[in-house]
């Protein structure tokens, strides 16, 4: 049967490539099903970019653990996953499952702030860039300086984690 697209076809090839398949068997070489074919091909693709994702999120909360922190009964951590973030936006409702790749690319950090009581439970999520709370955010991206409880957590958090771990920072460096 002839193929499809040559385009199809082409991009076949490619991600046979990129999967290290044998492109000496005809089988591999030229499918039966080329749209079929194509369709595992594709998804294969994803899964090991998905898998590298994974690994590069996993050790970016990694290296930030330093960042988690617990008091008058708020607590700030890292997601376990990305799964996590897309679960986290769709409970809050606002964009935070976009910004996966970019956490775990060490573009920016993502941190939860739960109750104490209910760790799983999505309350607020901070995103810091640069040295500063990018946006924090809760249902309907309602914004944390509106909660005079939260504001303060994360102020403390700033003072007590962040600027701490800076000074510690310099004080080694000299």
């Given at each position: 049967?002839?193929?499809?697209?040559?385009?199809?076809?082409?991009?076949?090839?490619?991600?046979?490539?990129?999967?290290?398949?044998?492109?000496?068997?005809?089988?591999?070489?030229?499918?039966?099903?080329?749209?079929?074919?194509?369709?595992?091909?594709?998804?294969?693709?994803?899964?090991?970019?998905?898998?590298?994702?994974?690994?590069?999120?996993?050790?970016?909360?990694?290296?930030?653990?330093?960042?988690?922190?617990?008091?008058?009964?708020?607590?700030?951590?890292?997601?376990?996953?990305?799964?996590?973030?897309?679960?986290?936006?769709?409970?809050?409702?606002?964009?935070?499952?976009?910004?996966?790749?970019?956490?775990?690319?060490?573009?920016?950090?993502?941190?939860?702030i739960r109750r104490s009581e209910a760790p799983e439970v999505p309350f607020y999520t901070l995103e810091w860039l640069n040295g500063r709370v990018q946006q924090c955010r809760t249902l309907r991206n309602a914004d944390y300086r509106d909660d005079e409880t939260v504001f303060h957590f994360?102020?403390?958090?700033?003072?007590?984690?962040?600027?701490?771990?800076?000074?510690?920072?310099?004080?080694?460096?000299?």
């Amino acid at each position: 049967r002839p193929f499809d697209t040559p385009g199809t076809y082409r991009d076949y090839l490619k991600d046979c490539i990129a999967l290290k398949l044998n492109l000496d068997d005809r089988e591999v070489l030229f499918p039966p099903d080329l749209n079929a074919a194509h369709a595992r091909t594709i998804s294969q693709v994803k899964y090991k970019k998905n898998e590298a994702k994974r690994e590069l999120f996993a050790m970016e909360c990694r290296r930030l653990k330093w960042m988690e922190w617990e008091q008058d009964g708020l607590l700030i951590r890292l997601p376990q996953d990305a799964a996590e973030l897309i679960a986290e936006g769709a409970y809050l409702h606002h964009c935070v499952a976009g910004y996966a790749d970019r956490m775990a690319d060490g573009k920016t950090t993502i941190l939860l702030i739960r109750r104490s009581e209910a760790p799983e439970v999505p309350f607020y999520t901070l995103e810091w860039l640069n040295g500063r709370v990018q946006q924090c955010r809760t249902l309907r991206n309602a914004d944390y300086r509106d909660d005079e409880t939260v504001f303060h957590f994360v102020e403390e958090w700033i003072k007590k984690v962040i600027n701490k771990r800076k000074k510690k920072a310099a004080q080694t460096a000299t």
